[in-house]
Nanobody, 122 residues
């Protein structure tokens, strides 16, 4: 079973910075990608940033140029550096992992952390 544990959320003033981290543990044969999604009250969950096993990154339009994703493959860790935070970045941030729990194609799955609250407010 795969577990994702997030850390680093909290309250920050507009223009400030936060760093989120997520560590994956459990039985995985391979990890295709890790990243972050967020969900604000009354809104759908949206992609913040992801990083695939080939090193490619993808960002949501609203965070490009402000957020940076990094991944330590050997430690199954993904981090999100968030700079120039805005009130509209306020949301619950979820760590996400896509990978195989066994060698069969049917074992490809998406896994989610419990979420960490990020609040941007003065």
């Amino acid at each position: 079973q795969v577990q994702l544990v997030e850390s680093g959320g909290g309250l920050v003033q507009p223009g400030g910075s936060l760093r989120l981290s997520c560590v994956a543990s459990g039985s995985m044969t391979s990890i295709n990608a890790m990243g972050w999604y967020r969900q604000a009250p009354g809104k759908e969950r949206e992609l913040v940033a992801s990083r695939n096993s080939g090193g490619g990154s993808d960002y949501g339009d609203s965070v490009k140029g402000r957020f940076t994703i990094s991944r330590l493959t050997a430690k199954n860790t993904v981090s999100l550096q968030m700079d120039s935070l805005k009130p509209e970045d306020t949301a619950v941030y979820y760590c996400w992992l896509r990978g195989y729990s066994c060698s069969a194609s049917a074992c490809l799955g998406d896994y989610w952390g419990p979420g960490t609250q990020v609040t941007v407010s003065s």
